[in-house]
């Protein structure tokens, strides 16, 4: 082809062209913008507003998928999205779901859901199912993980194979004793009871009512300041001896 000649490198010798980077060598490069566009005015402020979403798309949470995750020993199973506060450290399941804690014992399951990892969780129309068999429906409930403790108020219904259909104010659950006690306008169907608190323990045959207490049982209605209630024999003591009471009296509020 016409033109200049070919300029070829003496034998033994690679030709040497000049890199790229050192003919731009000491010139400013400017990178392209987003969509090699100049960022500014509008579009600014609208990188700006989509980078703000970014910590929230890509924060960790605690349930990671439908199939569930653990965290803390909880295991989670929402039922649809999920809210994380950075700031506070909380994990909210705004349409609810499932949390068990297979060392303590417990399943809760619920409308909403709010887990503070590590420490605590509250749910409103809860479920609680506990080791001992025990069921709680509440409107709202807290988990103290740490104190091991579950606390209920609202609309409340708790059933195990000790008492069935007991109300009360407030229903506190440990979990780590499995023992219930209910406070506030106290009432059972089975045994038919009423009392200002009551004490039930899994290690026990036999439940305590305290405050101004009543009972139906063996055919007599028994009334008395406190009631130490058999549940095998169904006999009631209105004078139980400390030594009887003492291991219900931890529990009492």
Do not use: W
């Not at 000049?18 to 000491?26: C, D, H, I």
């Not at 001992?132 to 429906?137: E, W």
């Not at 440990?174 to 899994?202: D, E, F, K, N």
């Amino acid at each position: 082809m016409k033109g200049e000649p070919e300029t070829r490198a003496p034998h033994g010798l690679k030709r040497c062209l000049p890199r790229r980077a050192e003919l731009n060598r000491g010139k400013q490069i400017n990178p392209p913008s987003a969509a090699g566009f100049k960022v500014t005015g509008m579009k600014r402020a609208l990188l700006v507003s989509a980078l703000s979403l970014i910590p929230a798309l890509t924060a960790p949470s605690l349930a990671q998928s439908n199939s569930g995750t653990s965290a803390f020993g909880l295991q989670i199973t929402p039922r649809g999205g999920q809210n994380l506060n950075l700031a506070t450290g909380t994990t909210d399941l705004p349409q609810g779901g499932t949390v068990r804690d297979n060392s303590a014992g417990i399943k809760v399951v619920a409308g909403f859901i709010s887990i503070k990892t590590g420490e605590s969780l509250s749910a409103t129309s809860a479920v609680v199912t506990t080791r001992q068999g025990g069921t709680l429906h509440a409107q709202q409930i807290t988990y103290n993980q740490k104190a091991g403790l579950v606390t209920a108020t609202g609309a409340l219904n708790y059933s195990d194979n000790r008492v069935k259909n007991l109300s009360a104010q407030t229903i506190y659950v440990s979990t780590r004793s499995g023992a219930v006690t209910a406070v506030g306008t106290v009432s059972t169907s089975t045994p038919a009871a009423t009392a200002a608190q009551m004490v039930a323990l899994p290690t026990k045959s036999a439940i305590l009512l305290r405050g101004a207490a009543k009972v139906n049982t063996l055919g007599q209605a028994i009334s008395g300041e406190s009631i130490l209630l058999n549940l095998v024999t169904g006999q009631a003591q209105t004078e139980a001896s400390q030594n009887a009471l003492a291991p219900f009296t931890p529990y009492l509020r």
